[in-house]
């Protein structure tokens, strides 16, 4: 699957770091686009990158901390100073329309494109989007407030004997953004090629990754050798953590296929 890839536009926690903004990822299936997550500094990376936004018709958005949000506003009001004319997809939970609209209403009224909400259940595993090859499905996560990753699936459609259609998935990534320590994630991303997972913290830092519910190295590993993916990805990392190789360090003797996720990577998925 030379055409799908994963580039990594943000990789940090709430505080930017010199080297680390806060998340954002661009998934591509197949001549389609996903922009998963947008916090500040997304659309700046995309420019330096070249990444065209022509071909982004579709956001997905895991919760409404700022960190993971605070970037559509910017990249919206660009669109539109870009004289876009297609419409944008956003899927998240209800709150960030409410919270968007006025920003929209002032910044971007003139704009010449639709932008459709999608309202999720972030507390349901469920199909949000599906076309003839990709399906997204929601993977309800443990955070302080309403959290669910994506789980990017590769489909197929496949004709049966009375005539009709079903779709059989070929390959999977999921991206599990800020969560706790989850066992209950672990049948809904069960055999998943590339799996994304948070780890803010290093062991150390175990108690505060509890109190504010957010993962360790050592947990994602658990969770990607419990669902027998193939390749993790570790991310978000935290500010106080400079050294992004201990994350690696703690994670590897549990789950050996470990990579890092950092700004500008294009990761074949």
């Not at 939970?93 to 929209?104: G, I, S």
């Not at 459609?157 to 079903?166: A, L, N, P």
């Not at 994602?220 to 050294?243: F, N, Q, T, W």
Request: proline residues 4%; contains cysteine.
């Amino acid at each position: 699957m030379a055409d799908s890839r994963l580039t990594i536009l943000g990789c940090g926690s709430a505080k930017p770091t010199k080297t680390t903004s806060p998340s954002g990822q661009l998934v591509d299936l197949h001549d389609k686009r996903f922009l998963v997550d947008c916090g500040e500094g997304v659309l700046l990376t995309m420019q330096r990158l070249g990444i065209r936004t022509g071909r982004l018709y579709s956001i997905f958005i895991s919760h409404l901390h700022g960190d993971h949000c605070f970037g559509l506003i910017g990249l919206l009001t660009t669109l539109s100073m870009l004289k876009r004319t297609q419409p944008m997809h956003i899927y998240a939970q209800p709150d960030l329309q409410k919270l968007l609209q006025p920003l929209l209403d002032y910044h971007c009224a003139d704009r010449q494109y639709d932008i459709v909400f999608h309202p999720i259940n972030p507390r349901k595993h469920e199909v949000i989007y599906r076309d003839r090859t990709v399906s997204v499905e929601t993977i309800p996560l443990k955070h302080g407030v309403p959290t669910c990753g994506f789980l990017f699936c590769e489909t197929r459609r496949v004709k049966k004997e009375d005539g009709s259609f079903d779709h059989v998935t070929r390959k999977k990534y999921a991206y599990c953004s800020d969560t706790q320590y989850s066992e209950k994630i672990v049948p809904v991303i069960d055999g998943v090629e590339t799996l994304y997972h948070e780890s803010t913290f290093l062991q150390s830092m175990e108690e505060r990754s509890k109190e504010v519910k957010h993962s360790t190295a050592a947990d994602a590993a658990k969770i990607a050798a419990l669902a027998h993916a193939g390749k993790l990805i570790l991310g978000h990392y935290s500010a106080r953590v400079e050294d992004h190789s201990l994350f690696l360090d703690e994670a590897k003797p549990i789950f050996e296929n470990t990579i890092l996720a950092e700004e500008n990577d294009v990761i074949e998925l």
